[in-house]
């Protein structure tokens, strides 16, 4: 069945989420449903795709072709966009191609995506020339979107996250980081008097300060300030998993009824306990949590989620 891309941003919900560390001590803690934004676009990536594809329908170009692992919501949120607005897609996709496909890929292959698997070795090097140019024979003319759909468009989408809800109303609001393209969009649009806190989800996530500074200089925005780095939740490194991480997601859970994901957003709410522990809320603050979704990867996560509460 399809379900039809929204055609303007939705309405999204905004769950007050009663954590008891929160409650204490006088902070009201929110959850902004990205999540719901729609059942197979999820999260976040639905900004980061709306004007990259309005780029695509805006070049001569037939077959749009992106990169990503076995997992990625990047991947499956494309391959589905394609689908529904009749776009040909090609998923570059990091390894072998195994013997069985991870859920994620079976979706994408099911919503017409044509998948092209390359060694690790290659898909570090994958905007090589060379290896582009091959990809132009096998598939003839495409438009390359970056990993992670990172591109010039990402803060144009990203920043309307923050005309969904009253931004000005908060004095903290909290994502996770990938490529740091989302935090990016959330910084070009922030009132003034809010302050920005981003989750590396990735080992070594110094490398955000600079690409989130150039992607505001790229679309020449001045840098307000005002925003700062959790670099130390990541846990190990991307998609891995710590037993404070599975502990905290389940009292999340288990208070609020909404399920995380590991790699992202458990990360980011981590982040907010471990600044509560430090005290570095005021009472009466007010902190909104960004759910980016990407529910769809924890069908990969699960049994290492339980392994980790055992
Ligand atoms: C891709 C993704 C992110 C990271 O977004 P960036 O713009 O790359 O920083 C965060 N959360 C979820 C669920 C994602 O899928």
Partial sequence: MTQHLPVANPVIPIDVIELPEFQQAGVQLELLRLDLVHPLVSGNKWFKLKYALQAFQASDCQLLLSFGGAWSNHIHALAYAGFEQGIETVGVIRGERPAKLSPTLVDAERWGMQLEFVTRAQYRDKTDAVFMSGLREKYGEFYALPEGGAGEWVIAGCREILSLFDAAAY?????????????????AGKPADVSL?????????EFLYADIRGLLTAAQIDDPGGWSLALDCHEGGYAKVSSRLATVMQHFTEHSGIRLEPVYTGKALLALLQKMERGEFARGARVMLIHTGGMQGLRGMEAALLKKLS
């Fill in 171 to 187: 004095d903290l609001i909290c994502c996770a980081c990938g490529t740091g393209g989302t935090l990016a969009g959330l910084i």
């Fill in 197 to 205: 806190l981003g989750v590396s989800a990735l080992k070594g996530g």
